[in-house]
Every structure is written in structure tokens, then in C-alpha cells.
């Protein structure tokens, strides 16, 4: 081999290493903390934002870009999929559906702090603002309720025109002085105990009885449902989720409720095992201006898959009025 050819080879190895050094350094400083804090932007792909954080915050963006957009936030321990059948529908009614993994849930990351309702909120801030959306539809199922909630404490209504609370957990749902109907700590404790104990067997008992009142006489399990959840549930992660439970129980929304001024929707089912309607839904209503209470007999918590066609028939009536 001559000189010349071993000095090319040589050149066209250091350039390698230096790409692929490149390449590592790249992803690294796309989700350095300090490097969001610095650029103070988020940063944006098709299908991911990066908070100021850090933080990667996966989403779906499905429907006409013309339409009018609508957020569906998702409930525990769950992630964007579980809204596909709204959402589906939503889209084929010509409205822009955006839905997105809370951090710790799903695709997005999965950090170690930051598992509440405070960042929560400020994560799907910075969704929209990296989205530019405005004229929104924001809607909450359950855990997804409070950060609606908390969003319209934190950054107000600006973006939105109008709002959705639906099997959600605002108020509050634990049990104190001031909120007398809630429920007790030991619930919550209890479901914390069974998330170190054996999680999974904790998510499979959740989906296959009180979530969609499958332990109730009469029901008929769907597996695929049952599946449907658990793996959800299972690909979010261990920490996120135990801290989780903490944000939906404890965190106080009565005070963003006051701050509602758009129209309103509540549903609710009557027969809530998880988050019961009296507490939730009907106390929601009575504290928001310009909502819209309805209540679905017998039905669930998990009433947008067991009762989706009467849910979606109701949701997009509201979000075409």
C-alpha cells in the first residue's frame, strides 16, 4: 500500500470517529437540561417535544392540520392510546386531535423527578407552544382531568376556547377536613403497597375488575380491553407512575376550577368505582361556570371504551356547538 493511500485511509478514519463522536454528542446536548435552560426553547420532531427540562414528551397528531385542535389528556397509568377511538373519531369529523404520553408514561421519558401535576401541566404548556395551537379543545380523562385543571391554573385560557373534564379526578379526591367526601389515604396507600408489591398483577386486577366494572354481576370482560390496558399500564414507568398516584390523590384542584370561563363539559358514570362521581364530577360541576353535567347510568370509569359510541356522540356534540 502506498503512502498516499495509507494518508487517505488515515483521514477517512479520523473523519469517522469524528462523526460518530458527533453523532453521540448530539442526541446528549438535544436533552441536557442545562441546554434547555440555556436556549430556553422547546424543541420539536414530528412526532416529540423536548421541555425545557429535558424531558421528551411523545404525541400524536392525527386529523386535518386546518381543523380545529383538540388535546386529550390521558389518564393513569395509561398513555395516548387509550384515547385512539375518540380520537379517530374526532379526526374523521375533520378536527386536529393531538394526544400525548405524559412524562413517565408511554414513549416519553421517563425521569425521575418532576412526577406532578405542577410539571404536568407545564409539559402540555410547552406542547402547545411548540405546536402554535390556539381555538383548543382540551379534554381530561381521570389523572389527564387534574392536569387540565391544574393547566388552567398555571397558564390560563388564552388557547383555549373550551374545556373538558371527563371520569376526572378534580376536585379532590382524597378525604380531608374541607373535603369530607373523598376518599380515605389508606385507598391510596393501598394502591401504592400493590404497585411495589407486584405491579403487574396490580394493573391486571385493575383492568379486569373496578376499571370498567367487569366485578360487577352481569358484565362482560372484554380481553382485548383488559390487554389493552395492562400493557399501557406496563410500558410506563415503575417510578413515574408510584409518584404518580400521590399527584392524583392529594393534589388539590378546587382553586384552578374557579378559573374555568369557557364552556365546560363533565361526564361522569354513575357507577365510577374508581373516582366516584359525587365526589368528582358532580362536585366539579357545582364549582365551574358554564358547565354541562352529564352522567351515564351504570356506567364506569372506564366509560370512553364501555359506553365509547354514546361518549363520542356527546363529545363531538359539544366540540361542534
Known amino acids: 500500500m502506498s503512502s ?7 483521514r477517512s478514519a479520523m473523519t469517522g470517529a469524528a462523526l460518530a463522536a458527533a453523532a453521540v454528542a448530539l442526541p446528549l446536548a438535544a436533552v441536557s437540561g442545562d441546554s434547555q435552560a440555556a436556549t430556553g426553547k422547546v424543541q420539536k420532531s414530528v412526532s416529540t417535544i423536548t421541555t425545557r427540562d429535558g424531558v421528551e414528551i411523545y404525541y400524536k397528531d392525527w386529523g386535518p392540520r386546518a381543523g380545529q385542535p383538540v388535546i386529550l389528556s390521558h389518564g393513569w397509568p395509561l398513555n395516548a392510546d387509550s384515547w385512539e377511538s375518540a380520537a379517530f373519531h374526532l379526526a374523521n369529523n375533520g378536527f386536529r386531535v393531538i394526544t400525548h404520553d405524559r412524562r413517565g408514561h408511554g414513549r416519553s421519558s421517563q425521569p425521575w423527578d418532576g412526577n406532578d401535576m405542577d410539571h404536568y401541566a407545564d409539559d402540555l404548556a410547552q ?4 405546536l402554535d395551537l390556539k381555538n383548543i ?8 382531568g387534574g392536569e387540565v385543571a391544574r393547566y388552567v391554573g398555571r397558564h390560563g385560557t388564552k388557547r383555549i376556547a373550551k374545556l373538558g373534564l371527563i371520569s376526572a379526578v378534580p376536585p379532590l379526591m382524597l378525604k380531608t377536613d374541607t373535603n369530607p367526601g373523598g376518599l380515605p389515604m389508606e385507598v391510596f396507600d393501598g394502591i401504592r403497597a400493590a404497585s411495589v408489591a407486584n405491579r403487574a398483577q396490580l394493573y391486571l386486577d385493575l383492568a379486569s375488575g373496578p376499571f370498567y366494572n367487569y366485578n360487577r354481576p352481569g358484565a362482560k370482560p372484554s380481553q382485548g380491553i383488559i390487554d389493552a390496558w395492562y400493557a399501557q ?9 408510584y409518584d404518580s398516584i400521590k399527584a392524583f390523590s392529594e393534589t388539590d384542584f378546587r382553586d384552578d376550577l374557579k378559573k374555568f370561563d369557557k364552556p365546560t363539559l363533565i361526564i361522569h358514570g354513575e357507577d365510577d368505582q374508581i373516582v366516584p362521581i359525587n365526589a368528582a364530577g358532580r362536585a366539579s360541576a357545582a364549582i365551574v361556570k358554564h358547565a354541562k353535567l352529564i352522567t351515564y347510568p351504570g356506567a364506569p370509569h372506564g366509560l370512553t371504551d364501555t359506553h365509547k359510541d354514546k361518549f363520542n356522540a356527546d363529545f363531538l356534540a359539544f366540540a361542534k356547538s
Open 233 to 241: 399500564g406496563m410500558q410506563a414507568g415503575h417510578k413515574n407512575t
Open 127 to 130: 406542547l402547545i407552544e411548540a
Open 137 to 144: 379543545i382540551l379534554a381530561g380523562f381521570s389523572t389527564g
Open 4 to 10: 498516499k493511500t495509507l494518508d487517505t485511509s488515515r
